[in-house]
Protein backbone atom coordinates (compact mmCIF):
# COMPACT_ATOMS: atom_id res chain seq x y z
CA UNK A 1 0.00 0.00 0.00
CA UNK A 2 1.63 3.24 -0.96
CA UNK A 3 1.99 6.61 0.12
CA UNK A 4 -1.05 8.05 -2.18
CA UNK A 5 -3.41 5.55 -1.13
CA UNK A 6 -3.50 5.62 2.44
CA UNK A 7 -3.84 9.77 1.57
CA UNK A 8 -6.84 9.10 -0.44
CA UNK A 9 -7.98 6.66 2.23
CA UNK A 10 -7.40 9.17 5.17
CA UNK A 11 -9.32 11.61 3.34
CA UNK A 12 -12.24 9.33 2.84
CA UNK A 13 -12.62 9.17 6.34
CA UNK A 14 -12.86 12.77 6.84
CA UNK A 15 -15.51 12.89 4.30
CA UNK A 16 -17.91 10.70 6.31
CA UNK A 17 -22.01 11.02 5.77
CA UNK A 18 -21.99 14.55 7.51
CA UNK A 19 -19.47 16.39 5.58
CA UNK A 20 -21.20 14.90 2.82
CA UNK A 21 -24.77 15.66 3.44
CA UNK A 22 -23.08 19.41 4.40
CA UNK A 23 -21.62 19.37 0.98
CA UNK A 24 -24.52 18.25 -1.08
CA UNK A 25 -27.11 20.28 0.55
CA UNK A 26 -24.71 23.90 0.05
CA UNK A 27 -23.85 22.38 -4.13
CA UNK A 28 -28.09 21.54 -4.32
CA UNK A 29 -29.19 25.17 -2.71
CA UNK A 30 -26.53 27.26 -5.22
CA UNK A 31 -27.56 25.31 -7.94
CA UNK A 32 -31.68 25.85 -7.27
CA UNK A 33 -31.25 29.14 -6.96
CA UNK A 34 -29.42 29.38 -10.80
CA UNK A 35 -25.69 29.11 -9.69
CA UNK A 36 -24.33 27.19 -12.17
CA UNK A 37 -22.84 23.92 -11.35
CA UNK A 38 -19.10 25.04 -11.95
CA UNK A 39 -19.52 28.07 -10.28
CA UNK A 40 -21.55 26.54 -6.90
CA UNK A 41 -18.48 23.50 -6.61
CA UNK A 42 -15.79 27.19 -6.74
CA UNK A 43 -17.59 28.96 -4.17
CA UNK A 44 -17.47 25.56 -2.23
CA UNK A 45 -13.85 25.38 -2.20
CA UNK A 46 -13.31 28.92 -1.70
CA UNK A 47 -15.20 28.38 1.81
CA UNK A 48 -13.80 24.86 2.49
CA UNK A 49 -10.20 25.98 2.18
CA UNK A 50 -10.48 29.40 3.60
CA UNK A 51 -10.22 31.44 0.55
CA UNK A 52 -6.91 28.83 -0.45
CA UNK A 53 -5.33 29.93 2.61
CA UNK A 54 -5.78 25.69 3.64
CA UNK A 55 -5.93 24.17 0.34
CA UNK A 56 -4.81 20.41 1.89
CA UNK A 57 -8.22 20.33 3.97
CA UNK A 58 -9.85 17.50 3.12
CA UNK A 59 -13.26 18.72 2.00
CA UNK A 60 -10.87 21.37 -0.12
CA UNK A 61 -9.06 18.51 -1.46
CA UNK A 62 -12.03 16.82 -2.92
CA UNK A 63 -13.88 20.15 -4.29
CA UNK A 64 -11.10 20.90 -5.51
CA UNK A 65 -11.00 17.91 -7.46
CA UNK A 66 -14.57 17.91 -8.55
CA UNK A 67 -14.16 21.79 -9.71
CA UNK A 68 -11.28 20.89 -11.66
CA UNK A 69 -13.25 17.29 -13.50
CA UNK A 70 -16.15 19.63 -14.01
CA UNK A 71 -14.36 21.74 -16.55
CA UNK A 72 -13.39 18.48 -18.43
CA UNK A 73 -17.25 17.51 -18.92
CA UNK A 74 -19.79 15.36 -17.61
CA UNK A 75 -17.62 11.70 -17.62
CA UNK A 76 -14.68 13.57 -15.96
CA UNK A 77 -16.80 14.94 -13.34
CA UNK A 78 -18.69 11.55 -12.51
CA UNK A 79 -15.27 9.65 -12.71
CA UNK A 80 -14.29 12.57 -9.49
CA UNK A 81 -17.64 11.83 -7.95
CA UNK A 82 -17.14 7.94 -7.96
CA UNK A 83 -13.63 8.17 -6.54
CA UNK A 84 -15.45 9.70 -3.09
CA UNK A 85 -19.03 8.70 -2.32
CA UNK A 86 -20.11 5.46 -1.32
CA UNK A 87 -21.67 3.11 -4.61
CA UNK A 88 -25.45 3.75 -3.56
CA UNK A 89 -24.87 7.31 -3.80
CA UNK A 90 -22.96 7.93 -6.44
CA UNK A 91 -25.52 5.93 -8.28
CA UNK A 92 -28.36 8.42 -7.63
CA UNK A 93 -25.96 11.23 -8.64
CA UNK A 94 -24.85 10.34 -11.49
CA UNK A 95 -28.50 9.65 -12.75
CA UNK A 96 -29.19 13.07 -11.58
CA UNK A 97 -26.00 14.64 -13.76
CA UNK A 98 -27.10 12.64 -16.93
CA UNK A 99 -30.83 14.07 -16.87
CA UNK A 100 -29.60 17.57 -16.14
CA UNK A 101 -31.32 16.77 -12.38
CA UNK A 102 -28.69 17.48 -10.36
CA UNK A 103 -30.41 19.49 -7.45
CA UNK A 104 -33.19 16.38 -7.46
CA UNK A 105 -30.42 14.10 -7.21
CA UNK A 106 -28.76 15.98 -4.58
CA UNK A 107 -31.82 15.85 -2.33
CA UNK A 108 -32.73 12.37 -3.14
CA UNK A 109 -28.78 11.74 -1.66
CA UNK A 110 -29.58 13.85 1.39
CA UNK A 111 -32.37 11.71 2.16
CA UNK A 112 -30.84 8.60 1.58
CA UNK A 113 -27.40 9.39 3.51
CA UNK A 114 -29.78 10.67 6.37
CA UNK A 115 -31.48 7.31 6.51
CA UNK A 116 -28.90 5.29 6.49
CA UNK A 117 -27.05 7.25 9.33
CA UNK A 118 -30.49 6.56 11.01
CA UNK A 119 -30.18 3.00 10.54
CA UNK A 120 -26.39 2.85 11.72
CA UNK A 121 -26.84 4.98 14.72
CA UNK A 122 -30.01 2.85 15.87
CA UNK A 123 -27.58 -0.31 15.12
CA UNK A 124 -24.46 1.20 17.19
CA UNK A 125 -26.54 2.29 20.01
CA UNK A 126 -28.28 -0.73 20.50
CA UNK A 127 -25.29 -3.09 19.81
CA UNK A 128 -23.36 -0.84 22.01
CA UNK A 129 -24.78 -1.60 24.96
CA UNK A 130 -24.78 -5.38 25.20
CA UNK A 131 -21.28 -5.39 24.28
CA UNK A 132 -20.32 -3.02 26.97
CA UNK A 133 -22.27 -5.52 29.65
CA UNK A 134 -20.48 -8.48 28.41
CA UNK A 135 -17.34 -6.79 28.60
CA UNK A 136 -17.84 -5.65 32.23
CA UNK A 137 -19.17 -9.46 33.54
CA UNK A 138 -16.10 -10.73 31.32
CA UNK A 139 -13.87 -8.04 33.32
CA UNK A 140 -15.48 -9.13 36.65
CA UNK A 141 -14.46 -12.76 36.19
CA UNK A 142 -11.03 -12.75 35.13
CA UNK A 143 -10.54 -10.01 38.05
CA UNK A 144 -12.33 -12.95 40.86
CA UNK A 145 -9.60 -15.32 38.95
CA UNK A 146 -6.73 -13.01 39.81
CA UNK A 147 -7.54 -12.07 43.24
CA UNK A 148 -10.18 -14.48 44.70
CA UNK A 149 -9.55 -17.64 43.12
CA UNK A 150 -5.38 -18.12 43.67
CA UNK A 151 -6.49 -17.90 47.46
CA UNK A 152 -9.28 -20.37 47.98
CA UNK A 153 -8.10 -23.03 45.11
CA UNK A 154 -5.27 -24.38 46.70
CA UNK A 155 -3.92 -28.32 46.16
CA UNK A 156 -6.64 -29.92 48.31
CA UNK A 157 -9.41 -27.18 49.08
CA UNK A 158 -10.58 -27.48 45.57
CA UNK A 159 -12.19 -30.74 46.00
CA UNK A 160 -14.63 -29.49 48.62
CA UNK A 161 -15.80 -26.43 47.11
CA UNK A 162 -19.62 -26.99 47.03
CA UNK A 163 -22.85 -25.00 45.00
CA UNK A 164 -22.24 -21.59 44.00
CA UNK A 165 -18.49 -21.76 45.50
CA UNK A 166 -17.57 -24.15 43.29
CA UNK A 167 -19.27 -22.25 40.52
CA UNK A 168 -17.81 -19.33 40.91
CA UNK A 169 -14.53 -20.83 41.01
CA UNK A 170 -14.84 -22.91 37.77
CA UNK A 171 -16.32 -20.07 36.13
CA UNK A 172 -13.39 -17.78 36.82
CA UNK A 173 -10.86 -20.14 35.66
CA UNK A 174 -12.27 -21.04 32.60
CA UNK A 175 -12.22 -17.14 32.04
CA UNK A 176 -8.74 -17.00 33.14
CA UNK A 177 -7.77 -19.84 31.16
CA UNK A 178 -9.80 -19.56 27.95
CA UNK A 179 -10.36 -15.73 27.95
CA UNK A 180 -7.49 -14.91 25.47
CA UNK A 181 -9.12 -17.96 22.77
CA UNK A 182 -12.38 -17.05 23.04
CA UNK A 183 -11.55 -13.34 22.77
CA UNK A 184 -9.45 -14.60 19.36
CA UNK A 185 -12.04 -16.68 18.14
CA UNK A 186 -14.43 -13.77 18.57
CA UNK A 187 -12.37 -11.51 16.35
CA UNK A 188 -12.15 -14.05 13.79
CA UNK A 189 -15.94 -14.96 13.79
CA UNK A 190 -16.39 -10.76 13.09
CA UNK A 191 -13.89 -10.57 10.49
CA UNK A 192 -15.48 -13.45 8.69
CA UNK A 193 -19.39 -11.83 9.44
CA UNK A 194 -17.78 -8.70 7.74
CA UNK A 195 -16.16 -10.53 4.88
CA UNK A 196 -19.78 -12.68 4.69
CA UNK A 197 -22.56 -9.66 4.61
CA UNK A 198 -21.51 -8.22 1.41
CA UNK A 199 -20.16 -11.00 -0.59
CA UNK A 200 -21.71 -14.71 0.74
CA UNK A 201 -24.80 -15.03 -2.01
CA UNK A 202 -26.73 -18.43 -3.02
CA UNK A 203 -29.52 -20.01 -1.93
CA UNK A 204 -28.28 -20.77 1.89
CA UNK A 205 -27.90 -17.08 2.09
CA UNK A 206 -31.38 -16.64 1.15
CA UNK A 207 -31.79 -18.57 4.40
CA UNK A 208 -29.44 -17.29 6.99
CA UNK A 209 -31.32 -13.67 5.52
CA UNK A 210 -33.94 -14.49 7.77
CA UNK A 211 -32.59 -14.24 11.20
CA UNK A 212 -29.76 -12.09 13.06
CA UNK A 213 -27.41 -10.50 12.17
CA UNK A 214 -27.88 -10.88 8.47
CA UNK A 215 -31.44 -9.79 8.99
CA UNK A 216 -30.32 -6.55 10.32
CA UNK A 217 -28.28 -6.66 6.99
CA UNK A 218 -31.07 -6.80 4.99
CA UNK A 219 -32.84 -4.83 6.38
CA UNK A 220 -30.11 -2.21 6.01
CA UNK A 221 -30.15 -2.29 2.09
CA UNK A 222 -33.54 -2.80 1.62
CA UNK A 223 -34.19 0.50 3.28
CA UNK A 224 -31.42 1.73 0.57
CA UNK A 225 -32.75 0.45 -2.35
CA UNK A 226 -36.05 1.14 -2.22
CA UNK A 227 -35.02 4.98 -1.65
CA UNK A 228 -32.68 5.20 -4.20
CA UNK A 229 -35.27 3.21 -6.37
CA UNK A 230 -38.30 5.80 -5.60
CA UNK A 231 -35.50 8.59 -6.40
CA UNK A 232 -34.61 7.54 -9.94
CA UNK A 233 -37.58 6.29 -11.06
CA UNK A 234 -39.15 9.95 -9.88
CA UNK A 235 -36.44 11.73 -11.69
CA UNK A 236 -38.13 9.83 -15.26
CA UNK A 237 -35.68 6.54 -15.46
CA UNK A 238 -37.00 3.23 -16.20
CA UNK A 239 -36.86 0.45 -14.02
CA UNK A 240 -34.86 -1.79 -16.02
CA UNK A 241 -31.90 1.28 -16.51
CA UNK A 242 -32.16 1.72 -12.74
CA UNK A 243 -31.78 -2.25 -11.97
CA UNK A 244 -28.58 -1.87 -14.21
CA UNK A 245 -27.35 1.31 -12.87
CA UNK A 246 -27.50 0.04 -9.15
CA UNK A 247 -25.63 -3.42 -10.20
CA UNK A 248 -22.53 -1.39 -11.08
CA UNK A 249 -21.76 -0.54 -7.66
CA UNK A 250 -23.61 -2.81 -5.85
CA UNK A 251 -21.72 -5.60 -3.76
CA UNK A 252 -22.23 -9.11 -4.94
CA UNK A 253 -25.44 -9.89 -2.34
CA UNK A 254 -27.16 -6.90 -3.73
CA UNK A 255 -26.08 -7.08 -6.98
CA UNK A 256 -27.54 -11.08 -6.98
CA UNK A 257 -30.65 -9.44 -5.96
CA UNK A 258 -31.03 -6.90 -8.74
CA UNK A 259 -29.91 -9.41 -11.45
CA UNK A 260 -32.30 -11.64 -10.53
CA UNK A 261 -35.01 -8.75 -10.40
CA UNK A 262 -33.82 -7.69 -13.44
CA UNK A 263 -34.35 -10.86 -15.40
CA UNK A 264 -37.98 -11.06 -14.75
CA UNK A 265 -38.32 -7.29 -15.61
CA UNK A 266 -36.32 -8.52 -19.07
CA UNK A 267 -39.22 -11.23 -19.16
CA UNK A 268 -41.92 -8.88 -19.46
CA UNK A 269 -42.91 -8.54 -15.64
CA UNK A 270 -43.91 -4.65 -15.84
CA UNK A 271 -44.53 -4.88 -11.59
CA UNK A 272 -41.57 -4.00 -9.57
CA UNK A 273 -43.32 -6.09 -7.11
CA UNK A 274 -43.92 -8.91 -8.89
CA UNK A 275 -40.51 -9.14 -9.88
CA UNK A 276 -38.82 -9.11 -6.22
CA UNK A 277 -41.45 -11.76 -5.67
CA UNK A 278 -40.40 -14.41 -8.72
CA UNK A 279 -36.83 -13.78 -7.38
CA UNK A 280 -37.89 -15.89 -4.02
CA UNK A 281 -35.42 -14.11 -1.86
CA UNK A 282 -37.55 -11.94 0.47
CA UNK A 283 -35.39 -8.79 -0.07
CA UNK A 284 -36.19 -6.34 0.40
CA UNK A 285 -38.77 -7.85 2.64
CA UNK A 286 -42.30 -10.09 2.27
CA UNK A 287 -44.57 -7.56 3.55
CA UNK A 288 -43.12 -4.85 1.05
CA UNK A 289 -42.81 -6.97 -1.56
CA UNK A 290 -47.09 -7.59 -1.04
CA UNK A 291 -47.58 -4.04 -0.75
CA UNK A 292 -45.80 -3.07 -4.26
CA UNK A 293 -47.30 -5.85 -6.04
CA UNK A 294 -50.53 -4.26 -4.73
CA UNK A 295 -50.13 -0.72 -5.75
CA UNK A 296 -47.17 -1.08 -8.95
CA UNK A 297 -50.36 -0.75 -11.44
CA UNK A 298 -51.64 2.19 -9.74
CA UNK A 299 -51.35 5.44 -12.08
CA UNK A 300 -49.49 7.10 -8.90
CA UNK A 301 -47.18 4.66 -8.34
CA UNK A 302 -44.36 6.91 -8.27
CA UNK A 303 -45.29 8.86 -5.57
CA UNK A 304 -47.23 5.93 -3.56
CA UNK A 305 -43.14 4.12 -3.73
CA UNK A 306 -41.91 7.59 -2.12
CA UNK A 307 -44.21 7.28 0.74
CA UNK A 308 -43.58 3.12 1.12
CA UNK A 309 -39.84 3.74 1.19
CA UNK A 310 -40.22 6.23 3.74
CA UNK A 311 -42.56 3.93 5.30
CA UNK A 312 -40.04 0.82 5.20
CA UNK A 313 -37.16 3.45 6.65
CA UNK A 314 -39.52 3.69 9.92
CA UNK A 315 -40.52 0.46 9.96
CA UNK A 316 -36.69 -0.90 9.44
CA UNK A 317 -35.53 1.89 12.19
CA UNK A 318 -38.55 -0.38 14.61
CA UNK A 319 -37.36 -3.56 12.83
CA UNK A 320 -33.72 -2.97 14.18
CA UNK A 321 -34.87 -2.14 17.55
CA UNK A 322 -36.40 -5.08 18.24
CA UNK A 323 -34.18 -7.64 16.63
CA UNK A 324 -30.80 -6.20 18.63
CA UNK A 325 -33.41 -5.91 21.95
CA UNK A 326 -33.17 -9.80 22.05
CA UNK A 327 -29.26 -9.45 22.47
CA UNK A 328 -29.57 -6.10 24.83
CA UNK A 329 -32.08 -8.30 26.96
CA UNK A 330 -29.98 -11.29 26.60
CA UNK A 331 -27.38 -9.18 28.14
CA UNK A 332 -28.67 -8.03 30.72
CA UNK A 333 -29.90 -11.12 32.05
CA UNK A 334 -26.43 -12.59 31.11
CA UNK A 335 -24.28 -9.82 33.46
CA UNK A 336 -27.20 -9.66 35.86
CA UNK A 337 -26.58 -14.00 36.38
CA UNK A 338 -23.02 -12.89 36.76
CA UNK A 339 -23.89 -10.46 39.56
CA UNK A 340 -25.60 -12.81 41.08
CA UNK A 341 -23.68 -16.18 41.20
CA UNK A 342 -20.27 -13.39 42.53
CA UNK A 343 -22.34 -12.24 44.98
CA UNK A 344 -23.94 -15.40 46.44
CA UNK A 345 -20.57 -17.64 45.64
CA UNK A 346 -18.43 -14.87 47.38
CA UNK A 347 -20.15 -15.16 50.38
CA UNK A 348 -20.38 -19.21 50.38
CA UNK A 349 -17.09 -19.04 49.41
CA UNK A 350 -16.30 -17.42 52.64
CA UNK A 351 -19.01 -19.95 54.55
CA UNK A 352 -17.40 -22.77 53.79
CA UNK A 353 -14.01 -21.88 53.94
CA UNK A 354 -15.17 -20.69 57.46
CA UNK A 355 -16.41 -24.38 57.98
CA UNK A 356 -12.86 -26.18 56.34
CA UNK A 357 -10.74 -24.31 58.81
CA UNK A 358 -12.62 -23.90 62.14
CA UNK A 359 -15.26 -27.15 61.74
CA UNK A 360 -12.61 -29.89 62.05
Given amino acids: MDLETLKIAALKIQFNASQRIRVYRK????????????????????HASDDGRKPDDAIAVILNEWRRAERNGEVAFCHAVRRWVPSNEYALLQSGIVVGRIEQALDNVILI????????????????????????????FWYISQTLVPIFDQPGMAQHWTGTARLLITASVAVRDWALVFLTSLLVLLAALIVALPRWTGAKRVIADRIFPFSLYRVFHGSSFLLAFSAMLAAGEQQHVILRAM???????????????????A?????????????????????????LRTYAALPNFDDILNDLAHQWLEDGLRKVTEQTNYLKYGAMVFVALVILVGYLGFYDIIGQFQSQMYGR
Fill in 247 to 265: QQTANPWLRERLRQTQFFI
Fill in 113 to 140: TEGSLRLKRTIYAQLGYPVVLIIAATVL
Fill in 27 to 46: LAGLIRNNVSRTEALDRLWE
Fill in 267 to 291: QGVTNIGDALHRTKMGFPDKEIIGD
